[in-house]
Structure formats: C-alpha cells, structure tokens
C-alpha cells in the first residue's frame, strides 16, 4: 500500500514538472525559430503549435516573454522587412502590403511600416529605378506587345496602375521627342 501511494506522489510531481519543462522546451524552440530569420507574432506562434506536443496557453506565455524581452515586435518586423525589400529590389506599396499581409501582420502595423519606409524612398523613385533596369535588359517598348509586357512587369511589382501610365507616358514622350 506504502508503494502505491509511493508510486501516486511520484506521478504526481512529473505531472507538476511536466508542464515546466514544456515551458522551457516551447520557448528554446521559439529562441530556434527566431535566430533562423525574424519572424511576426502569428508566423511565429502558428510554427510553435504546429508541434503536437505544443500547449495553446504555454504558447501564449512564451510569446507574451518574447515580447517583453524585445524579441518579438510586429512594428520593427514590419519596418525591417519593408526597408529590407525596398533596399534588395524595387517594389510598389501594394506588392509589399500583400507580402507583410502573407506573413500575418495586422493591416495598420502594415500602414505605419510602408509610410515609415516610402517616406525615406519614394515610390517614384523606386519605379524609375524598376524602369531604368528593365530598359537595359530588354531596351525600349517599340510596339504596344512590349509596351503591354513592361506594363504588366511594373503591375507585378506592385505599383500603383496611375503611377504606372503616368510613367508609361512620359517615356512615350521621350521615344517621340527623339
């Protein structure tokens, strides 16, 4: 009988202990995931409860840590990544947006972040930057085919469809002053 009870308390404490170590494995895995690549609150809280072992309140909490130690911060994810983008290639505001919306960050963090970095490069800049290199690589549009095909390159880096004619025009007024 002794034993039994022995046996109950036993169970017991690594039922107690158990919860602890989920803890601390959930948040090591948290600490892995985030020195991969940053990532936001929902990619990053989605990765922890893919794992069948993973508890939706001790997720919280580990995240709620992250949070308080600086780790995870949708605002500076946003900002970064969008400073990032701009710096690597030339996007538009929209093509942007939809990418900072895949990673699941809140649509007013997406605002602040895309004002904060066109405020620094402004998307007129960026697209004569997408025009100047596409024109080196496939020279002016001399026909409406490749006038079209330019078009629908600016539209899939995501500027605004004003921007572009407007752009469009004003290199149609070059090619005629020539």
């Given amino acids: 009988m002794k034993r039994a009870?022995?046996?109950?308390?036993?169970?017991?404490?690594?039922?107690?202990?158990?919860?602890?170590r989920l803890r601390e494995r959930i948040f090591q895995r948290?600490?892995?995931i985030l020195a991969a690549r940053p990532r936001s609150e929902a990619?990053?809280?989605?990765?922890?409860?893919?794992k069948p072992w993973a508890d939706a309140t001790l997720?919280?909490?580990?995240?709620?840590?992250?949070?308080?130690?600086?780790?995870v911060?949708?605002?500076?994810?946003?900002?970064?990544?969008?400073?990032?983008?701009?710096?690597?290639?030339?996007?538009?505001?929209?093509?942007?947006a939809r990418e900072l919306a895949n990673k699941r960050v809140a649509r007013q963090t997406i605002d602040r972040a895309l004002?904060?970095?066109?405020e620094e490069t402004s998307?007129?800049?960026?697209?004569?930057?997408?025009i100047a290199k596409r024109l080196r690589l496939h020279g002016r549009p001399t026909d409406r085919p490749s006038a079209k095909r330019l078009f629908d390159h600016l539209m899939r880096l995501g500027f605004g469809y004003?921007?572009?004619?407007?752009?469009?025009?004003?290199?149609?007024a070059e090619v005629s002053d020539e």
């Fill in 30 to 32: 948290a600490l892995n």
């Fill in 162 to 172: 004003d921007l572009i004619v407007r752009k469009l025009r004003e290199l149609q």
């Fill in 115 to 118: 004002d904060c970095a066109y």
């Fill in 73 to 96: 911060n949708d605002a500076t994810f946003a900002e970064s990544y969008a400073n990032y983008r701009l710096t690597a290639r030339p996007v538009g505001r929209q093509r942007l």
């Fill in 59 to 71: 997720v919280d909490e580990c995240i709620a840590k992250l949070k308080q130690l600086g780790y």
């Fill in 5 to 20: 009870a022995e046996r109950g308390d036993e169970a017991e404490s690594r039922r107690a202990v158990a919860p602890e």
């Fill in 123 to 130: 998307e007129e800049v960026l697209i004569d930057r997408a």
């Fill in 43 to 50: 990619m990053l809280r989605e990765r922890l409860l893919a």
